[in-house]
């Protein structure tokens, strides 16, 4: 059994995933062909090939169901839910490890995935989310630049997978606190993120997307506004009265006037498949009717809209 051509390492799981496996006999076999997580060793799929001498098997549809629901991380620093490790064995005989994300990964050097740019503002209570990429280990540490404890969070083995790093402000007493969060990759490749801690206001909305080189990007709204609401009423069945089958509510998110590298980063949730509502350490998928980007009369980025729909949950 031999494999005769595989996926080049860093490669999307959005597009085919084909492998070439070729029996090496004269006379036609049966293969079974196993998709393997490498890290776990979980089976995410299995394939029956009858009668081949060689035979190509695309396994992007195997990768995608099992990252296709992932959510960003909570963990303060783990292997990102958005990529897999995989192995295709046929008959007993593994490939070469691969490693497939949702946007094709330069896997040549440890890099940032995430475009944050710097420095930048968070409420207290909101998560700092980063998306790290290392051959073999990433380490994070965040410190109050006013005092000079440094918090060191546990480092991990990367294994040559995107690394997600979530850090919670809520220890961060006082208001306008200057905290400094360390990424350091391979213990070589050093990158440092500044931000200032504030107070909470009751009216902001955080969200969280992938960016299209599959880093985790981060913006709060100022404010959220209720724009519109819609029952829907079940048909009349049997001489029954109609009743409500449900409310859903929608809210205008709008973003402040910001800087145009700021505006060109936020910009990128237009086209991102996933986006997030973040709640503290919980993120929940949105459903978004509506996403646009108004520009100026010099075709300048001035604000971008969000609709999100949420069902009704009682108050007006």
């Known amino acids: 059994m031999k494999f005769v051509k595989i996926p080049e390492n860093g490669a999307s799981w959005d597009v085919a995933l084909c492998y070439t496996i070729a029996t090496e006999q004269n006379q036609p076999s049966d293969v079974c062909v196993e998709v393997v997580d490498a890290i776990s060793g ?3 799929g299995t394939r029956r090939l009858y009668g081949i001498i060689q ?23 783990a292997l990102s839910p958005s990529a897999r490790c ?3 064995r046929a008959e007993g005989v593994d490939s070469p490890e691969r490693v497939f994300y949702r946007a094709p990964l330069d896997c040549s050097t440890p890099h940032m995935l995430s475009d944050t740019n710097q420095p930048a503002v968070v409420e207290r209570g909101d998560v700092i989310r980063l998306t790290a990429f ?16 440094i918090e060191n969070f546990s480092a991990i083995n990367s294994r040559g997978m995107p690394v997600e790093i979530a850090i919670s402000t809520s220890s961060f007493a006082g208001d306008n606190v200057p905290i400094r969060v360390k990424v350091v990759c391979d213990r070589a490749q050093t990158y440092i993120f500044d931000y200032t801690v504030v107070e909470p206001t009751s ?3 955080r969200i969280a997307w992938y960016n ?6 981060c913006y709060t709204f100022p404010r959220s506004a209720r724009k519109s609401f819609e029952a829907e009423l079940m048909t009349e069945i049997r001489g029954r009265a109609p009743r409500l089958r449900g409310v859903v509510a929608r809210y205008r998110l709008v ?24 709640r503290g350490e ?10 646009k980007i108004t520009f100026d009369d010099h075709g300048e980025m001035r604000r971008m809209e969000l609709i999100v729909e949420k069902e009704w949950r009682g108050g007006l």
């Open 282 to 291: 919980e993120c929940n998928k949105l459903k978004l009717a509506d996403r």
């Open 55 to 77: 035979a190509e098997i695309d396994i992007a549809p195997y990768v995608r169901n099992a990252v296709g629901a992932a959510t960003p991380s909570s963990a303060k620093i």
């Open 86 to 88: 995989i192995v295709v």
């Open 134 to 149: 290392a051959q073999r280990e990433v380490r994070v540490s965040a410190s109050d630049r006013r005092v000079t404890a």
């Open 255 to 278: 973003s402040a006037f910001e800087k145009r590298e700021e505006m060109e980063r936020i910009a990128m949730v237009i086209v991102s498949p996933e986006v997030f509502e973040c």
């Open 203 to 205: 009216t902001s909305y």
């Open 42 to 44: 979980e089976i995410l």
């Open 212 to 217: 299209p080189k599959g880093g985790i990007e």
